[in-house]
T-cell receptor, first 113, second 113 residues
Framework: EPEVTQTPSHQVTQMGQEVILRCVPI?????FYWYRQILGQKVEFLVS????????KSEIFDDQFSVERPDGSNFTLKIRSTKLEDSAMYFC???????????FGPGTRLLVL | DAKTTQPPSMDCAEGRAANLPCNHS???????VYWYRQIHSQGPQYIIH???NNETNEMASLIITEDRKSSTLILPHATLRDTAVYYC??????????????FGKGTRLHILP
């Protein structure tokens, strides 16, 4: 069964460093998403992406965040200068039509020290 | 904010049916009811969705009341691996820019041995 994959599973970084989180969506999907979940809190939407551009972004997704689809398979989330409060689980999701079922990856646990 | 109301937690004995309720009294005619679950900080896992008819798949059954203001997710023979947070989500179908999922706090289901 096709699935969304994410790398790395865990990342530890120093405050102020740049991190790139990688996702491989399901192969025939065209709509891509990033969500995050701070420990003990709800899953929160960050950004949606289609046709090489951002469709929607939340207030969390400020200038420190960017997304890219560098090739036909990867979808990345970059945090330019990490802050302590960026520590969270980051989930990638993909769907075929945009309002159809979104399938989530296993997540990347980011710890900013 | 999430448009659904769920009990914060429930217990169910292993091998019994787990019935998870959800209220969505303001649901619109073009909104689907989706269920996801999250097992201990893993990525949200899609379970099932429906519009107005009852639905069944290999994981669960979804019973939607005739007025569509509430629904019940049924796990027919709960196992310890079904211990998770279950999210009931209302989403509009069809193409639209606003296709993000808004997660609430869900129901924490404990399966008891």
């Amino acid at each position: 069964e096709p699935e969304v994959t994410q790398t790395p599973s865990h990342q530890v970084t120093q405050m102020g460093q740049e991190v790139i989180l990688r996702c491989v969506p399901i192969s025939n999907h065209l709509y891509f998403y990033w969500y995050r979940q701070i420990l003990g809190q709800k899953v929160e939407f960050l950004v949606s992406f289609y046709n090489n551009e951002i469709s929607e972004k939340s207030e969390i997704f400020d200038d420190q965040f960017s997304v890219e689809r560098p090739d036909g398979s990867n979808f990345t989330l970059k945090i330019r200068s990490t802050k302590l409060e960026d520590s969270a689980m980051y989930f990638c999701a993909s769907s075929s039509p945009p309002r159809e079922t979104q399938y989530f990856g296993p997540g990347t646990r980011l710890l900013v020290l | 904010d999430a448009k659904t109301t769920q009990p914060p937690s429930m217990d169910c004995a292993e091998g019994r049916a787990a019935n998870l309720p959800c209220n969505h009294s303001t649901i619109s005619g073009n909104e689907y009811v989706y269920w996801y679950r999250q097992i201990h900080s893993q990525g949200p896992q899609y379970i099932i969705h429906g519009l107005k008819n009852n639905e069944t798949n290999e994981m669960a059954s979804l019973i939607i009341t005739e007025d569509r203001k509430s629904s019940t997710l049924i796990l027919p023979h709960a196992t310890l691996r079904d211990t998770a947070v279950y999210y009931c989500i209302v989403r509009v179908a069809g193409y639209n820019r606003d296709d993000k999922i808004i997660f609430g706090k869900g129901t924490r289901l404990h399966i008891l041995p």
